[in-house]
């Protein structure tokens, strides 16, 4: 047995004999990934296996729900301690015994990696392999970019490294990643293979013998779409380049190569962004230290208010989940459309083969619709989606009040109205609570799960339970206008309305921002979403505006000449037939107009600023809403804004950005514009400065 000395108390791999094949066990929870103590036992066993005459092959296999997740993560940014992972894989290289990886759960990363340089692999029909890396910002630094492509191809290769999806054991056998799929036991199955591949004509294969031929257009297509998908990051294009080398360089100096592109992106602001967004989405899951203990409620039945597109929407994410759904509206005619538009939704999957049509009978089958609330008396959990008018949502309360069994809990989807005024509606005020999913509810992974005042700690609980089941990426935040992502995004409006008072048109604004990594200009996304929608978000909010905000009328006299965005061929922008948008001279007088009967003259704008007015403003306001304890800390605003609201999640979100930045810049910069806009607009928010001022960041203590 080998001895571990790291602080993990047991063994992280276990050496056992079972006759002539010996087993390698990975046991180092939670995810066995390729730690210190986990590299030193492989050795360790591997040493064991070539010493003893009487083992002629070895299985390497995995404790706990998966096999290899990947290098361990926590060791990344910190001086790596030897044995480095390279001389585990070498060691495999060069093995006089065949040795098999048994795969269960996940083979990711490192975790792939370990089992492509294995001579065969055997998995589980659960399991899945992947090389993820790109996710993290980097790429495979352990043969994966040069083994992968000359098992199953450069075409899926490719796809597999660039995209860094994972693919399942059937696809994996198909095309090669693997050589078998276990029927039974996968450990007696993998000793069985091990047999087996002994009698082989070629027991010792390995991937590293095959050749790749070149293939220039595939490599030029890959970069294309990569350029497109994933604009702005810079690791999906050196993937290609390290898989690109695997068809010009013998593989030892390919595999140099494939090392040094993945530590030099190790240390790449993008991939330090991208892992902090990956620590910070599993931080955000966890249940605040306050709430430790509060069970979540069980729920077992749903019922959705409102037919329209967000409910059918939210039922639909129901539905995909499991539940028994029951959805209220007010007339045949809007529950029938709503079924019509979910039948469609599931239609469409079948088509593209995302799901079977037993699948969609048994989802449709769990619909039920209804006007009568006299129904919902069932519901474990009810999630209002009604009309963002807070009269109809009062009344609504008050009807689910009347019939909501006891323990129920009753969730309002409101984007901004007041939690707590219809939490009072109710005789229950600490069973209510806000879901916010956001457009289209069915393919949005974000939900701002919103604790009202009053809401409790179970019902809390069971928010974040019921995101999870749903396969949600789900913050928990306190109360308040626009909650984190809305009440942030407001600012950015405010600014590019600001600015275009000021002399910078839409599609200037728009290329600024969409150059700095969001996915559409501000401008190009009113459009897409109805300028009407928008006045009417405006016209809500109106009595809290500032003058200035208040005279800045650009949407009204663009809805006023009938400039409804896309759907009326005109907006900020024009649109042809095929809604292809162009700037439109009409919107550069209408704006020319504007400024002059507000005695403002026209001025040039640089990307620096309409950036940093845009983005700092929503820097301010995150800081707002940690002083105010809205969120708990940073984490929930930049998984809001890098799962909900197109931030680059290669620059992390809003408040890890600000942190690269520098905070002591930001505050700088944001006393500038308070000069220049206005003080109200732009005080630092004191936990800035405060921050600032000691050097620290939100994310760190200086
Ligand atoms: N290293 C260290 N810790 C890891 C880890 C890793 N590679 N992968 C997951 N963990 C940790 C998580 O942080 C979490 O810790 P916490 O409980 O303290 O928050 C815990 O394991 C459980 O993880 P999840 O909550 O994500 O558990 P799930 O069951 O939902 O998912 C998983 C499991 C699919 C394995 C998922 O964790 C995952 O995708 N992990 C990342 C895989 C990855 O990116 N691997 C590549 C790493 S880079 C690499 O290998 C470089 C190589 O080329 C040399």
Redesign the pocket.
């Known amino acids: 047995m080998m001895t571990d000395n790291s602080s993990v108390a047991r063994p992280a791999v276990v050496y056992e004999k079972r006759g002539d094949v010996a087993l390698a066990i990975i046991d180092h929870p939670?995810?066995n990934?390729?730690s210190l103590a986990v590299r030193k036992g492989l050795l360790e066993a591997l040493d064991s296996a070539a010493r003893d005459d009487g083992v002629r092959a070895v299985v390497i296999l995995c404790r706990g729900?998966?096999f290899v997740?990947?290098?361990?993560?926590?060791e990344f940014g910190r001086p790596m301690e030897p044995p480095f992972?390279g001389e585990v894989i070498d060691r495999l290289d060069a093995f006089a015994k065949p040795v098999i990886a048994a795969i269960h759960?996940?083979a990711?990363?490192?975790?792939l990696?370990l089992a492509l340089a294995c001579h065969w692999r055997i998995a589980a029909p659960s399991a899945r392999v992947g090389?993820?890396?790109v996710?993290?910002g980097?790429?495979?630094?352990?043969g994966?970019t040069q083994r992968l492509p000359r098992l199953v191809g450069l075409e899926l290769a490719l796809k597999m490294i660039v995209e860094g999806r994972p693919i399942g054991a059937a696809e994996a056998l198909k095309n090669g990643a693997i050589d078998a799929i276990a029927s039974g036991d996968l450990e007696a199955d993998a000793i069985a293979f091990a047999r087996e591949a002994l009698s082989r004509e070629n027991p010792l294969r390995r991937a590293r013998d095959v050749t790749v031929a070149p293939d220039p257009i595939l490599f030029e297509r890959a970069e294309a779409d990569a350029r497109k998908r994933q604009r702005g990051a810079e690791a999906p294009l050196k993937c290609i380049e390290a898989v690109r080398l695997a068809t010009e360089l013998p593989f030892d100096e390919a595999a140099k190569r494939e090392y040094a592109l993945?530590i030099a992106l190790l240390q790449s602001p993008q991939s330090k962004a991208l892992r902090h967004i990956?620590?910070a989405e599993?931080?955000v899951?966890?249940p605040p230290a306050a709430m430790a203990g509060a069970a979540p409620r069980p729920v077992k039945t749903a019922a959705v208010i409102g037919p329209g597109v967000m409910g059918a929407g939210i039922a639909i994410c129901l539905l995909d989940a499991g539940f028994p759904v029951s959805l209220l509206g007010r007339s045949s005619a809007s529950l029938e459309s709503a079924r019509a538009r979910i039948g469609k939704i599931y239609d469409s999957g079948v088509t593209r083969g995302t799901l079977t049509a037993e699948q969609k009978a048994d989802r449709l089958g769990r619909l039920k619709t209804t006007q009568s609330y006299d129904d919902l008396g069932d519901a474990d959990l009810i999630i209002e989606a009604v009309d963002e008018d807070m009269a109809v949502k009062r009344e609504v309360f008050r009807a689910l009040d009347r019939v909501a069994k006891r323990g129920a809990v009753i969730a309002t989807n409101t984007s901004f109205l007041d939690v707590d005024a219809l939490a009072r509606e109710t005789g229950r005020p600490g069973d209510v609570a806000g879901m916010h999913f956001f457009n289209p509810a069915n393919v949005m992974r974000l939900l701002e799960n919103v604790r009202g005042a009053q809401t409790s700690d179970d019902v809390a609980a069971t928010l974040m339970d019921v995101g999870k089941r749903l396969g949600k990426t789900s913050v928990l935040i306190g109360a308040c206008e626009g909650f984190v992502g809305n009440r942030m995004l407001s600012k950015r409006s405010r600014e590019a309305l600001f600015m275009m008072e000021e002399g910078a048109t839409p599609w200037r604004i728009d290329k600024a921002l969409y150059d700095f990594g969001f996915p559409l200009g501000p401008h190009a996304l009113a459009d897409m979403a109805g300028l009407d929608i928008v006045l009417a978000t405006r016209r809500a909010r109106y009595d809290r505006l500032t003058p200035r905000e208040r005279a800045c009328d650009i949407i009204e006299q663009l809805v006023a000449r009938g400039r409804l965005g896309q759907k009326s061929g005109a907006g900020y922008y024009k649109y042809d037939a095929n809604r292809k948008s162009s700037p439109d001279p009409e919107v550069e007088q209408l704006l020319r107009d504007h400024a002059k009967a507000r005695g403002i003259v026209p001025r040039a704008f640089d990307d620096a600023e309409i950036v940093e007015r845009c983005v700092y403003a929503m820097v301010n306001e995150g800081a707002k809403l940690i002083e105010e304890g809205v969120v708990r800390r940073p984490h929930e605003i930049d998984i809001v804004w890098t799962h909900g609201f197109g931030f680059p999640a290669h620059k992390g979100g809003p408040m890890f950005y600000a942190d690269q930045i520098g905070l002591p810049r930001v505050r700088d910069a944001l006393r500038r514009y308070a000069t220049t806009v206005g003080a109200e607009y732009f005080e630092p928010s004191p936990l800035i400065v405060r921050l600032a001022d000691k050097g620290a960041g939100f994310y760190s203590n200086g």
């Open positions: 939670p995810v990934a390729l729900k998966t997740a990947g290098a361990d993560i926590k992972f759960g996940n990711l990363g490192g975790g990696e090389l993820p890396e996710k993290l980097t790429l495979p630094g352990a994966g993945c990956f620590a599993r931080e899951a966890k």
